[in-house]
């Protein structure tokens, strides 16, 4: 089954930067669209962005402007470029499929934005 694994999450103060992996597995060949989700503590776990087959892109209001999605030349990662974070950013993410949880969950990768 393919597995997802990510990292890159840390602790960072208010405005700083991470950018965060999603690696996959020898069984997706290739990777050509996919999702950055996350879930803060007792919140319900809520899409961050996607990018679909053709490079389109989509983000949720509050990380417009400051988050970049992406996929490596390769296909076979998934970045998330996050600038100029702020508390409310806190919280483990996760990658999967864009429209629909098409993997099995990984671990997800801690950000804490905190001073």
């Known amino acids: 089954q393919a597995q997802l694994v990510e990292s890159g999450g840390g602790l960072v103060q208010p405005g700083g930067s991470l950018r965060l992996s999603c690696a996959a597995s020898r069984s997706i060949v290739r990777i050509n669209q996919m999702a950055w989700y996350r879930q803060a503590p007792g919140k319900q776990r809520e899409l961050v962005a996607r990018?679909?087959?053709?490079?389109?892109?989509n983000y949720a209001d509050s990380v417009k402007g400051r988050f970049t999605i992406s996929i490596d030349n390769a296909k076979t990662t998934v970045y998330l470029q996050m600038n100029n974070l702020r508390s409310e950013d806190t919280a483990v993410y996760y990658c999967?499929?864009?429209?629909?949880?098409?993997?099995?969950w990984g671990q997800g990768t801690q950000v804490t934005v905190s001073s």
């Open positions: 990018i679909i087959s053709g490079g389109t892109t």
């Open positions: 999967n499929g864009p429209f629909s949880p098409t993997y099995t």
